[in-house]
């Protein structure tokens, strides 16, 4: 070999083990290792949701580590980003940028919670910087400085708790495989119970302290902050203090931070709160917990909205961690989750049910038409009065009303037509016992009602709300504490001692020792709710007023009033029966002879008409696509729904995510908004 050969080769080898650095525009030179960074840069566009090449400085190579935050220059603009990746070469062949600065050295986005991110909004055709920013809380420098770096000791494990999981026959193999490292999925139907050792946090917390017990972390999410604080008592019991953190949205900007970093520094194994705490990077993650799926707390209100259920499900599959769902009803959701195999049913059996549940009566049953005409329409029915009159002489009574407000709903006295502001059509309501009616909507006032149909000039309430079902209360029960829990002002918890507490769905107070009796008032109100889970949904709530009710064993009962009596409705039937795992499978099968969610995979489009004619010109459908509207959607909006089947769900969100893609690169001025498996399809 001649030299000139032999010196070819030699750069060539050199070449091959020594790649050209990228250039770099500054005097700060690249770094040694990896200079190249893989950036996920936040710009809010669909059409840039993707990772960008980047230099990395030697002054910032040891802090600009995989999930750090990070500025950049993009499109004439200081961004914010996170890093993906370090690489020794970049695909980019031109020149590359620099990294702006180094945000924090702090890698608060863990591999796990990423892959989680991705697989979130793959299912909901939204963009990874959407779902980062609902994973990853803003950081608080103050946070980072103020908490030690190195996780402290904990003390040993207090004796374990009383056995909530004992009715349930498969518990205790659940919980066992839990301390073995296994990733079983459950969905348990709670007992009821007013004893807080037995209650559905004691059944969650051992849960937690079984995982915790083999050597794996836990996150559980609650719908609001009573259900956190519940929760943290139990989890206090059964791990002794120091072991959890909580994780709300509604904490201050340091607080939150801090609990996220609690979580990232492996100083708490297990993590409770509301939906932000869903992403929270808990080491070596176990399980992972949601109670009461069907309520809408649990649903994301910004892109893509994902449930809570979706991204835990999806942090599971990727950690190889335990799932556990849990209610006092199972949603329609779950209950696919169950036929489909992903999750098991753990229950208590019948006899078991019937000793933990108060006894439940419906108004206008039996012979109590006879002896009261009107009692299946009468706000507060004679047998409910009768009950809650016997049940104030041993504890508290619990008045569950659907609305708030004095009479938030009025319609003509003689023809029963709604009442209507003149102005905006908006609903009449009485906010008050003085003082004319007001538009809900507008807030005008109306001085001189007149209606359209019939001339008629009287109002009549259509719905009492909690203010005057309370004025009412407290007449027909002279010297007894009424007491009110809704919008303004939500009660936690209250005495044992003879009251009345009127509420608000999902605002019900717990009471000492438990309520003697539970009037859930106006049925009907649930019932004819204009959306899909209206059933479902009356149901859940009904469920969760009664389970605060003490067992029938010790006096408990329920009285349903304004249920109609003239059909059979299934909701009904199931609380009188307190079988919710019947009224879930009954509700799945009707959706999928109807192709309705979750049998099927169904995406709402909303937009101008133009825009939404457009957009579904341009959507290639998967074979069994099926587009139903579009239709009137409020004021200048129309909806249009995209329904496929469940295999062919994934083609669907890929192509969804494309048109939002080619919308956001072409700037549409009338973007239309996607939402992917949305609770309410025509909501």
Do not use: I, N
């Amino acid at each position: 070999m001649s030299g000139t050969e032999e010196a070819g080769e030699q750069l060539a080898l050199l070449a091959g083990a020594r790649p050209a650095r990228p250039r770099l525009r500054g005097e700060d030179p690249p770094a040694s290792e990896r200079p190249v960074a893989l950036v996920q840069v936040d710009t809010g566009l669909a059409h840039l949701d993707r990772p960008f090449e980047y230099v990395v400085p030697e002054s910032m190579a040891q802090g600009a580590v995989p999930g750090a935050r990070v500025k950049v220059r993009f499109a004439g603009q200081d961004l914010d980003g996170w890093v993906l990746e370090r690489r020794d070469e970049a695909e980019h062949t031109g020149r590359l940028s620099p990294l702006r600065r180094l945000v924090s050295p702090e890698p608060v986005l863990t591999p796990a919670v990423l892959d989680a991110a991705r697989a979130v909004a793959r299912r909901h055709a939204g963009t990874l910087g959407d779902v980062l920013r609902l994973a990853v809380p803003p950081r608080h420098a103050r946070a980072e400085q103020a908490l030690a770096t190195e996780a402290p000791e904990h003390p040993p494990l207090p004796e374990a708790p009383v056995g909530a999981w004992a009715p349930y026959p498969a518990g205790e193999a659940f919980l066992a495989r839990l301390r073995a490292g296994g990733d079983p999925g459950a969905a348990v139907l709670a007992l009821p119970s007013v004893d807080p050792v037995r209650a559905w946090p004691a059944l969650l917390a051992e849960a937690v302290r079984a995982t915790v017990e083999g050597g794996r972390g836990a996150v559980v999410v609650v719908p609001d902050h009573r259900d956190v604080v519940r929760m943290e008592a139990a989890l206090v019991a059964a791990l002794g203090p120091g072991r959890h953190t909580r994780l709300t949205a509604d904490q201050g900007p340091q607080a939150r931070y801090t609990a996220f970093l609690k979580a990232l520094r492996a100083h708490v194994p297990v993590v409770v709160g509301t939906r932000a705490a869903a992403f929270a990077p808990v080491a070596d993650l176990g399980l992972v917990v949601w109670w009461d799926d069907g309520d809408d707390l649990l649903d994301e209100p910004r892109a893509p909205y994902p449930h809570v259920r979706e991204v835990l499900l999806a942090r599971a599959a990727r950690e190889g961690a335990a799932a556990l769902s849990a209610g006092f009803v199972r949603s329609a959701a779950v209950a696919d989750l169950v036929a489909t195999g992903r999750l098991s049913v753990v229950e208590a059996p019948r006899r078991a049910v019937r000793d933990a549940v108060p006894a439940v009566r419906v108004a206008g049953e039996g012979t109590d038409v006879e002896r009261d005409p009107a009692v299946a329409a009468a706000h507060l029915p004679t047998v409910g009065w009768r009950a809650a009159k016997e049940a104030l002489a041993t504890g508290p009574v619990l008045v569950q009303v659907p609305r708030r407000g004095y009479l938030p709903s009025l319609s003509c006295q003689d023809c029963r037509r709604p009442a209507r502001c003149r102005a905006c059509s908006g609903p009449l309501a009485l906010t008050g016992p003085q003082g004319p009616p007001a538009c809900r909507w507008c807030g005008r006032v109306e001085t001189a009602f007149s209606c359209p149909s019939c001339s008629g000039t009287r109002l009549r309430s259509s719905v009492v709300g909690a203010r005057r079902t309370a004025e009412e209360l407290g007449r027909a029960f002279p010297g007894v504490p009424v007491e009110r829990s809704g919008a303004g002002t939500v009660l936690d918890v209250v005495e044992g001692t003879p009251r009345l507490v009127v509420a608000t769905p999902g605002a019900e107070p717990v009471a000492d020792g438990g309520y003697a009796a539970a009037l859930l008032l106006d049925a009907w109100a649930l019932l004819d709710r204009p959306t899909l889970d209206a059933g479902e949904e009356a149901l859940r709530r009904w469920c969760t007023a009664a389970a605060l009710v003490r067992p029938a064993a010790d006096g408990g009962r329920v009285v349903l009033g304004g249920a109609p009596l003239h059909v059979t409705v299934p909701a009904v039937e199931a609380l009188v029966r307190w079988d919710p795992a019947w009224f879930a499978d009954r509700e799945l099968t009707e959706r999928r002879e109807l192709s309705l969610p979750p049998t099927a995979r169904v995406a709402a489009l909303t937009g101008t008409r133009a825009a939404l004619g457009a957009a579904l010109e341009e959507l290639p459908l998967p074979p069994s696509g099926t587009v139903l509207g579009p239709l009137p959607h409020g004021e200048q909006r129309w909806r249009a729904l995209v329904t496929v089947a469940p295999e062919e769900g994934a083609e669907l969100t890929r192509e969804l995510a494309a048109l939002r893609a080619r919308s956001s690169a072409r700037k549409d001025p009338e973007p239309v908004t996607v939402r992917v498996d949305p609770r309410d399809p025509a909501g």
